[in-house]
């Protein structure tokens, strides 16, 4: 309906001014605010279920200098029917009392009703208005300067026919088939401390059954919401809801199996800062069983996503385990959190694994994502893994605002997220994209590096110069990769003439869980060791060798091949050996004590005895053996290793 504040003056009488009329009664009631119309009125048709509202450019911008409206009209004729508009995400540009950008809500027809409110910055939560009549007034007004992403909402129209009363009794209600709504007490806010209040609702005819949805809900962990199956709360619950802030939240859609229905809201809470909640509720002649309904939600204006009806159902990736994509080579995809732009919701354990085939890699670009802050992201936060489990490395985790885009090594990532039970936020969008395998963007293509394709034919590398000396200052690089992408990398080294030192201080072979220094440590060596390692936990192998300045040796050879699995034997023998040097560290001990305690003194005072060990080496065969560190003092090294000539 037009009012008269909302008329547009200055035009000649005649046949001008019905023109012109009838052109602004087209542009109040069918213009859309968009890029080409930044200042135009749009008028919204509410109903008895949820709609959506978008900002103009939403998710990227709104634009600049726009003074868009909308007239949200829950009925022409009907004064009782209230409107409720729900913000679920804000985020515009932030000024002293708006004054720059800002969204106004106001509590009528036009700007001429009460302000309700003027927001702008970035609302942490969501944030509800409802209004005292039929219409709610919305405008969007920017300037020409820095612009944000815009806002999303939800709107609705209930008509409170049953008014909030003090819970001294339970109160008996009879459903039609027109629905009617149940409030909490003193909503939209909560003053009084209660202990219980309960409703009965029964249907008008006993052959009917009960539908009940919670509408709009806001209350803390203090309290509880409950519908039941029955006459009381002996019958079966349907749903129980407590510390929740949603409106339609999905699986609050209940169907009762007979004509009655029973729902209990208990709290101890008094001056609470939560809203409470609305419930409809309205009978029905066809027997049903309890379900947890799907919100089916109209886009109202072109300014929100090109899809005229979407269906929001409960998140798979949250209720049933680890979703498995799977992505073929040159295809994309994206992964949200439940409801996406929408709120996600509280205490939710959410993951999802993006596997590609073998010879592919995965990159997982972030679009959008604002998460709950907090220091060390120990409330919500997601985290991204090189591989399908937990177990692989970490590529990022993160919160809040600050986010980032990730590259696979491999051909899965895993995505991980967590929420906890207090505020939450929009959510994230990621975009997933399959591309053949190529070198990792964190490898130094400075470094000289040899690249090695694993199979399953045992395969070799070694240091330079092999089997003679390695030089001084070297600094040598080696990427080994799984193109299958099945199979684990057996590492295992075959011979070792390293400069000792401990704990591999001087020279050194390093191997690494990944393509990069910045991956997890496989192993270290060097000296005589024969180690053998396993890369279960990725695609790649990095190793480098590093040398000093001296002493230099043989070096080393070492072997790669592809296996099935780790065996189990290796764990065994780590377990044995833990066990047989424990028994005999705590059998040294034992004797060690002994001897002290029996005051066993069998060297004189201030003489110190050496024990050499006596290594017989033949001139042609000294590059066998591998010789102490040589201590350094005064910043000269002195030759402290005692060898003997064979006579």
Same mark, same amino acid.
């Given at each position: 309906?037009?009012?008269?504040?909302?008329?547009?003056?200055?035009?000649?009488?005649?046949?001008?001014?019905?023109?012109?009329?009838?052109?602004?009664?087209?542009?109040?009631?069918?213009?859309?605010?968009?890029?080409?119309?930044?200042?135009?009125?749009?008028?919204?048709?509410?109903?008895?279920?949820?709609?959506?509202?978008?900002?103009?450019?939403?998710?990227?911008?709104? +634009?600049?200098?726009?003074?868009?409206? $909308?007239?949200?009209?829950?009925?022409?004729?009907?004064? %009782?029917?209230?409107?409720?508009?729900?913000?679920?995400?804000?985020?515009?540009?932030?000024?002293?009392?708006?004054?720059?950008?800002?969204?106004?809500?106001?509590?009528?027809?036009?700007?001429?009703?009460?302000?309700?409110?003027?927001?702008?910055?970035?609302?942490?939560?969501?944030?509800?208005?409802?209004?005292?009549?039929?219409?709610?007034?919305?405008?969007?007004?920017?300037?020409?300067?820095?612009?944000?992403?815009?806002?999303?909402?939800?709107?609705?129209?209930?008509?409170?026919?049953?008014?909030?009363?003090?819970?001294?009794?339970?109160?008996?209600?009879?459903?039609?088939?027109?629905?009617?709504?149940?409030?909490?007490?003193?909503?939209?806010?909560?003053? &009084?401390?209660?202990? #219980?209040?309960? $409703?009965?609702?029964?249907?008008?005819?006993?052959?009917?059954?009960?539908?009940?949805?919670?509408?709009?809900?806001?209350?803390?962990?203090?309290?509880?919401?409950?519908?039941?199956?029955?006459?009381?709360?002996?019958?079966?619950?349907?749903?129980?809801?407590?510390?929740?802030?949603?409106?339609?939240?999905?699986?609050?859609?209940?169907?009762?199996?007979?004509?009655?229905?029973?729902?209990?809201?208990?709290?101890?809470?008094?001056?609470?800062?939560?809203?409470?909640?609305?419930?409809?509720?309205?009978?029905?002649?066809?027997?049903?069983?309890?379900?947890?309904?799907?919100?089916?939600?109209?886009?109202?204006?072109?300014?929100?996503?090109?899809?005229?009806?979407?269906?929001?159902?409960?998140?798979?990736?949250?209720?049933?385990?680890?979703?498995?994509?799977? %992505?073929?080579?040159?295809?994309?995809?994206?992964?949200?959190?439940?409801?996406?732009?929408?709120?996600?919701?509280?205490?939710? %354990?959410?993951?999802?694994?993006?596997?590609?085939?073998?010879?592919?890699?995965?990159?997982?670009?972030?679009?959008?994502?604002?998460?709950?802050?907090?220091?060390?992201?120990?409330?919500?936060?997601?985290?991204?893994?090189?591989?399908?489990?937990?177990?692989?490395?970490?590529?990022?985790?993160?919160?809040?605002?600050?986010?980032?885009?990730? &590259?696979?090594?491999?051909?899965?990532?895993?995505?991980?997220?967590?929420?906890?039970?207090?505020?939450?936020? !929009?959510?994230?969008?990621?975009? /997933?994209?399959?591309?053949?395998?190529?070198?990792?963007?964190?490898?130094?293509?400075?470094?000289?590096?040899?690249?090695?394709?694993?199979?399953?034919?045992?395969? /070799?590398?070694?240091?330079?110069? /092999?089997?003679?000396?390695?030089?001084?200052?070297?600094?040598?690089?080696?990427?080994?990769?799984?193109?299958?992408?099945?199979?684990?990398?057996?590492?295992?080294?075959?011979?070792?003439?390293?400069?000792?030192? +401990?704990?591999?201080?001087?020279?050194?072979?390093?191997?690494?869980?990944?393509?990069? @220094?910045?991956?997890?440590?496989?192993?270290?060596?060097?000296?005589? @060791?024969?180690?053998?390692?396993?890369?279960?936990?990725?695609?790649?192998?990095?190793? !480098?060798?590093?040398?000093?300045?001296?002493?230099?040796?043989?070096?080393? !050879?070492?072997? +790669?091949?592809?296996?099935?699995?780790?065996?189990?034997?290796?764990?065994?023998?780590?377990?044995?050996?833990?066990?047989?040097?424990?028994?005999?560290?705590?059998?040294?001990?034992? %004797?060690?004590?002994?001897?002290?305690?029996?005051?066993?003194?069998?060297?004189?005072?201030?003489? #110190?005895? !050496?024990?050499?060990?006596?290594?017989?080496?033949?001139?042609?065969?000294?590059? &066998?053996?591998?010789?102490?560190?040589?201590?350094?003092?005064?910043?000269?090294?002195?030759?402290?290793?005692?060898?003997?000539?064979?006579?």
């Amino acid at each position: 309906m037009m009012s008269p504040g909302r008329t547009m003056a200055g035009f000649g009488a005649g046949f001008g001014a019905p023109i012109m009329l009838l052109l602004m009664i087209i542009t109040q009631v069918f213009g859309v605010c968009d890029i080409a119309n930044r200042r135009v009125e749009t008028e919204l048709m509410a109903t008895q279920d949820v709609e959506y509202l978008y900002s103009p450019g939403w998710r990227i911008s709104y +634009y600049s200098n726009t003074d868009c409206k $909308w007239l949200i009209n829950g009925s022409d004729t009907d004064s %009782a029917f209230r409107v409720l508009v729900d913000v679920t995400y804000l985020s515009i540009e932030n000024s002293p009392g708006c004054s720059y950008d800002g969204l106004s809500i106001y509590d009528g027809s036009s700007t001429s009703a009460t302000l309700l409110g003027r927001i702008c910055n970035r609302l942490p939560t969501g944030r509800m208005y409802l209004m005292t009549g039929q219409f709610a007034y919305l405008r969007l007004k920017s300037d020409s300067s820095v612009q944000a992403t815009g806002f999303s909402l939800r709107y609705l129209k209930y008509k409170p026919t049953t008014p909030s009363t003090a819970c001294t009794s339970t109160v008996s209600l009879t459903a039609s088939t027109t629905l009617q709504y149940l409030t909490s007490p003193d909503f939209p806010s909560q003053q &009084n401390a209660f202990d #219980t209040c309960t $409703w009965l609702i029964s249907a008008s005819s006993g052959s009917s059954t009960l539908t009940v949805n919670v509408v709009f809900l806001d209350i803390d962990g203090e309290e509880m919401l409950s519908i039941y199956d029955g006459s009381d709360n002996t019958a079966t619950q349907l749903v129980s809801l407590s510390n929740d802030r949603t409106t339609f939240t999905d699986g609050s859609t209940v169907t009762t199996t007979g004509d009655k229905a029973y729902i209990q809201f208990s709290t101890a809470v008094m001056d609470s800062v939560r809203l409470g909640f609305i419930v409809s509720y309205n009978e029905s002649s066809s027997t049903a069983t309890t379900t947890a309904s799907a919100l089916t939600t109209v886009a109202t204006t072109s300014a929100a996503p090109v899809v005229a009806t979407t269906t929001y159902t409960a998140p798979s990736a949250c209720d049933s385990g680890t979703i498995t994509i799977t %992505a073929t080579s040159g295809s994309s995809g994206y992964i949200t959190t439940p409801d996406y732009p929408e709120f996600y919701g509280h205490n939710l %354990a959410c993951s999802w694994v993006v596997q590609a085939s073998a010879g592919e890699q995965i990159s997982l670009t972030a679009v959008d994502s604002s998460l709950e802050d907090s220091d060390g992201c120990s409330g919500d936060v997601v985290s991204i893994y090189d591989g399908s489990t937990t177990s692989y490395p970490l590529l990022a985790s993160f919160c809040g605002t600050t986010y980032q885009s990730v &590259n696979g090594t491999g051909t899965s990532i895993l995505v991980v997220f967590t929420s906890d039970g207090s505020s939450s936020d !929009r959510g994230f969008k990621f975009q /997933y994209t399959v591309t053949a395998q190529e070198t990792p963007t964190c490898v130094d293509s400075g470094r000289n590096i040899t690249n090695l394709n694993a199979t399953t034919t045992v395969q /070799y590398f070694t240091s330079d110069n /092999y089997p003679n000396d390695y030089t001084s200052n070297e600094d040598s690089h080696w990427l080994i990769y799984n193109p299958s992408g099945v199979g684990v990398i057996k590492v295992a080294v075959e011979d070792s003439r390293i400069e000792a030192s +401990y704990p591999c201080s001087y020279d050194k072979v390093t191997l690494y869980k990944g393509p990069c @220094e910045s991956y997890p440590v496989l192993g270290t060596f060097c000296g005589e @060791e024969k180690p053998v390692y396993y890369q279960d936990t990725g695609s790649y192998v990095y190793a !480098r060798f590093v040398s000093d300045t001296d002493s230099n040796y043989k070096g080393f !050879r070492v072997s +790669y091949v592809l296996v099935d699995e780790v065996p189990s034997s290796t764990s065994t023998y780590l377990i044995i050996g833990a066990i047989v040097g424990g028994v005999l560290g705590a059998i040294i001990l034992v %004797a060690i004590g002994f001897a002290v305690y029996k005051g066993i003194k069998k060297y004189k005072a201030g003489k #110190t005895y !050496r024990t050499a060990s006596k290594v017989s080496v033949d001139s042609d065969d000294e590059e &066998n053996h591998t010789p102490a560190r040589k201590p350094t003092k005064g910043g000269v090294k002195l030759d402290s290793l005692l060898v003997q000539k064979k006579s």
